[in-house]
């Protein structure tokens, strides 16, 4: 530790003895409950497949070679298959979607909440979050009755003589859209809100002082505090948003699989723990690069000012 | 140091065990089958507090004794998850032929394929998969699987597949006369241009039939017979096939995972469960049939006339499924997978 | 004067529309589901008539009762644990440079990236093979261990870039590090340390499958309990228990709000 970063540093934990013991407690629990259990998967995912699921203990790479290539139906010839990598491609394209319509509702709910009074800003935090109470699936499914052809919905727009005929709103990719962002809002808008809190409105004043537009204070004012939420947001959205599927399943009428649904039946009905294991470690790897990549831009960012 | 203090307190909390008074009985099986009034009587009548734990799927129960989870006394078990468990020695071998209700058990129900002479298991509960049309909408021959497969015009696009890879191939195969649990890559071949053609028309793949069959966003979808009993309360006009090219049977057993804290109350429980009376109290809640003889006159009568629980005269009998084999489930993931993407 | 040309400035055209209409798209469907526990008949689509059915049924079944008490009181200890190693964590590694840092970020965003399945059967293979009786303790350590990013993340956010304020305000008080820790830190960080908790406590309460695997005998949890209902079909009954704990949150809300209020006051 740096003679500069002890006096960077807020808090003057300026001690290593200190400096451990406030990050220790956290990554040991990690590591001994996460990591060291996650190692076995590891192990796994060389192994062979027991019989009922389970593992049998001779080295094996097929969990791999599976993800890429597959037997043919008949002669068991090794060729070239994408099926696996269209999965993966799907619930990454549908967790970026997620992504990018949470920050387009997220950032203006954000910025509104914290232009509210001290004693209503908490209360605006909490609304947010008390749906969230009542379990995913559960949830998920009310979204879909409401949505149905003969739901409510539906039933209110044609009352209104707009359409005789009920809009398709349900088992479509506007109801997974809707039911991704119904399932991950609030890790969106809390922590951009966490970020945003302190802005000094004044700021927004000079700027329009020396002639900003609207636009232009937005994105070179606003937006630059909110980064930390933004970066911590998409983390929070984005990674759990490709394991997600119950919004494919339920909204969209179940007739995809999702990576979520490919690795769960691995380790379940279809027994083949090592190539589940092996999807897995490839599935965290990819995100494991791409965070360490943000994390290293983002330190870099820091310490240039 | 208030952070240490938190941290103690809670390790203490956390490997503090809970302690197991002597009259206790842990079940484990699916949620909403186990009637409330049943386990009451059986914890006035034994002194034992019965803990009802739930799980989702069969899948999640193996996954989870396999690995070596234990702890429940009772395991609620399909025909083919007791065959795959007595098997791998995942069970413990409690002599329910030797037990004094097992008279009751219908001759039927006694030399299965999955537990021969019931060593391991009782019944719990049997019933069947086939499916369910919209008769008021659904016009011509419905007694075939051809309403799913080669649909008339007013089911296009309004039909509704469990999300099961079992049961859907299954239903495929049947449809197609090949034998179930194929190894044939050709049969498997044909299973999925037959599924990949049919899923145009499907609204959607959904285990949960009920909702999708009584708002009538589906005409024709794969059901369950007791679960379709309750569509049925909810739109008159639904009704349970039985087609001509036969249905899936199941059953439900009850069987001691092995390691059980309590064997004792365990086979006092199966026992127990044996009694028609019982075993009544169970048809008449889940509404699925069970397999003990007497119970008839005990159960809701609603059941006994309900075409969905005792089928016309003439139906083949159901088809019951065993465990395939590993080559077998490889393929039936592979069709899956393809299915579905 | 000052006080209306500020709101002015602050308001974006449409910020307020949006934020008002995705509260309300939030609550849409719980608004369906409170209606539906109210239904005389079954299903949880198809209305026939009012009635307290299945609250009665609620009161009567101990099943989801204990579960639903199962799951408040572990995602209320694991979300409080999880934010206090988080809080020590953000303050140990933001707005620093260290040896490791990578290392320390990557490993406390973790549990974030393992996908569910795994993490679930890999916990389950390690507190078996280490002789672990499965049960709430399990899951409790599960929880905390899952939560730690959702807790850290936005107290991170937080902090990120503060330390200029915090800094002048500290030395201008000459401060102990405790005393400007409780005085200064804690109350800046008051949104972070909410917003993390919340999260935690969120995440903590709808999970499904690492609890269903490492969940033991007698330690069913409301989305066990609700999962497990598939098979043989949802009732109304899980709308009703949905419902009463949206009441007692909102309940618990007022109290906190006239607490504080009072205590302001006084």
Known sequence: ?305 | MKLNSILLTTAAIAWASPAFAAGDLFIYTYGEYTPPDLVAKFEKAFDVKVHVDTFDSMETMLAKLRAGAGGYDIVVAGDPNIQLMISENMLEKIDVNAMPNYVNVDERWRDVYWDSGRQYSAPWAWGSTSFMVDSAVVKGDINTLGVLFNPPAEVKGRINMMRDVNEVINIALRYLNLPRCNENPEDMKKVLELLETQKQWVKSYNSEFKEPLVSGEAVASMAWNGYAMRARDEKPSLVYVYPKEGFTGWMDNLAVPKGAPDIENAKTFINFMMNPENAAMVSTYARYSNGIKGSEKFVDPKLATAPELAPPAGTPAPEFIPNCSPASTKLYDRVWTKLLN | MANARMKDIRAFSGFGSIAVAGVLFLYLPILFLCVYSFNDGRSVSQWSGFSFRWYITVFGNSGIKAAAMNSLTIATIAASVSTVLALGAAMATVNRRFKGETLAYATLTFPLMVPEIVTAVASLVFFVSLGVRLGFSTILIAHIVFCIPFAYLPIRARLEGMDATLNAAAADLYASPIRAFWRITLPLLAPGLMSGWLLAFIISLDDFIITALVAGPGSTTLPLHIYGMLRLGITPEVNAISTMMLVGSIVLLAIAGVLGRSSKNS
Request: hydrophobic residues 55%.
């Open chain 1, 1 to 305: 530790m740096t003679a500069q970063a002890e006096l960077r540093s807020p808090f003057r934990v300026s001690k290593r003895l200190a400096f451990t013991g406030l990050l220790l407690p956290a990554v040991g629990v990690i590591t001994i409950f996460m990591i060291a259990p996650v190692a076995i998967v590891f192990v796994y995912s060389f192994l062979e497949p027991a019989r009922y699921g389970g593992v049998v203990w001779n080295f094996s790479v097929e969990g791999y070679l599976q993800i890429l290539f597959e037997r043919d139906f008949v002669d068991g010839s090794l060729q070239f298959s994408a099926d696996y990598l269209v999965i993966l491609w799907r619930s990454v394209f549908q967790a970026a979607i997620c992504t990018v319509l949470c920050l387009m509702i997220s950032v203006p709910t954000a910025y509104f909440i914290a232009t509210r009074s001290e004693r209503t800003k908490p209360i605006w935090i909490f609304l947010i979050t008390v749906p969230y109470w009542v379990n995913l699936l559960i949830r998920t499914i009310a979204l879909l009755f409401i949505l149905r052809d003969d739901g409510p919905l539906n039933k209110a727009i044609m009352m209104t003589g707009l359409t005789t005929s009920p809009l398709p709103l349900s088992y479509n990719n506007f109801a997974i859209g809707l039911g991704l962002v119904y399932s991950f809002l609030p890790f969106m808008v809390l922590p951009l809100y966490s970020a945003f809190e302190r802005f000094d409105f004044r700021l927004l004043e000079a700027a329009y002082d020396l002639y900003a537009s609207r636009r232009v204070a937005f994105f070179k004012i606003v937006l630059p505090v909110m980064r930390p939420g933004l970066i911590a947001g998409s983390l929070l959205v984005f990674i759990p948003s490709i394991g997600s599927y119950l919004a494919p399943d339920i909204l969209g009428g179940g007739k995809t699989l999702m990576i979520g649904n490919l690795i769960g039946t691995q380790f379940q009905g279809a027994h083949n723990w090592p190539f589940g294991a092996a999807l897995s470690m490839i599935l965290l790897t990819v995100t494991l690069i791409v965070l360490i990549w943000m994390a290293r831009r983002s330190a870099r960012k820091n310490t240039g000012y």
